[in-house]
């Protein structure tokens, strides 16, 4: 199941960018049978947006949890659907 994590940096996580943190968020996920297919930074109401494929929803909710944690970097998490499969449901 697919899902997009928006997130919203704090000033304290701000101050812990770095690489191995990054890492850590990746290994989080893999332990949860989460798979990362990608992640980026952006400019606006969110600075990171991550496109994650997880086993189901608990396995979502747990591990955004545990990246605020360990970050402090809020996410809110959405399953997604692929448009061709949006079109198929509604087709």
Do not use: C, H, W
Request: aromatic share 8%; net charge positive; charged share 25%.
């Amino acid at each position: 199941m697919k899902f997009l994590m928006l997130g919203k940096y704090s000033l304290e996580a701000i101050k812990g960018i770095k690489k191995e943190r990054t890492q850590k968020v990746i290994e989080l996920i893999k332990k949860a049978n989460g798979k990362v297919n990608s992640m980026f930074a952006l400019l606006g109401n969110y600075d990171l947006a991550f496109v994650v494929d997880f086993p189901g929803i608990e396995e979502a909710v747990k591990t955004s949890v545990a990246i605020t944690k360990l970050t402090g970097i809020s996410f809110s998490s959405s399953p997604a659907i692929s448009v061709e499969e949006f079109d198929k449901i509604l087709g």
